[in-house]
């Protein structure tokens, strides 16, 4: 280093001189390679990989795991009045549609379904349903124009049927909350 004061680069600016102190090799080398290498990380992660090896990709698998796991016994069940049934009467699945419905369905419907700007969905008069597999098919396709809107692109099929069983679950306990909507008819028992 000490030699290095020594050298000084010639320019001389009203007295002032400047040291010609190039950065040391090992970090010019460095700062070459951190730019191979961010070409290189390019190439492979953008372009040849097209995307897979992003960190939403890996989210995604992830994602689709977990559910697998969460919901690996009904992941393939057709959305039929029986399936609803089933689900309905089982806890656990019930807990996991209210999760569901706590997250996605609370701004419209209110917090235990009892209605807010949605319909109440705890009482026995309903709009767009008249049997149990009716519900899926609202929740999934939604209806008046999007007011109740599609979850099918939004929700994994397992999350449809989950919802579904918890909205079915609520009937009849007739929550104080939104009057029954004027053109709701009250329906037999699922
Ligand atoms: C943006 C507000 C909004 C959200 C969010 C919403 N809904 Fe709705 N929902 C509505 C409206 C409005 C209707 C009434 C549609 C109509 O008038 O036909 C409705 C109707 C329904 C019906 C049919 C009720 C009937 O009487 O026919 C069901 C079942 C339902 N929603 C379930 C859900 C579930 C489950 C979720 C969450 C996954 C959800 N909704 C989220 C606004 C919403």
């Known amino acids: 280093m000490s030699e290095q004061k020594d050298i000084l680069t010639g320019h001389n600016y009203d007295g002032i001189q400047e040291y010609d102190n190039p950065t040391p090799g090992w ?17 492979v992660v953008t372009v040849i990989a097209d ?3 992003s960190p939403a990709a890996f989210h995604d698998q ?34 996991a549609g209210s999760s569901v419905f706590q997250t996605q369905c609370v701004a419209c419907h209110g917090r235990n379904g009892e209605g807010m700007t949605g319909p109440n969905l705890t009482d026995n008069a309903y709009i767009n349903v008249k049997k149990i597999d009716d519900i899926y098919d609202v929740v999934s396709k939604g209806r008046n124009n999007g007011a109740m809107p599609a979850w099918g692109p939004r929700l994994q099929p397992a ?3 989950v919802v579904s069983a918890y909205v ?21 028992p699922w």
């Open 27 to 43: 970090w010019t080398w460095l700062f070459i390679a951190t730019v191979i290498f961010s070409a290189v990380y390019f190439l």
């Open 51 to 53: 995307g897979r090896l």
């Open 62 to 95: 992830e994602q689709d795991e977990a559910m697998r796991l969460q919901y690996g016994t009904i992941a393939n069940e057709k959305p039929t009045a029986a399936t609803l049934l089933k689900l309905m009467k089982d806890d656990k699945w019930v807990r």
């Open 159 to 161: 999350e449809l049927l």
């Open 168 to 188: 079915a679950s609520i009937r009849g306990k007739n929550l104080t909350g939104k009057p029954a909507e004027p053109n709701a008819v009250e329906i037999p």
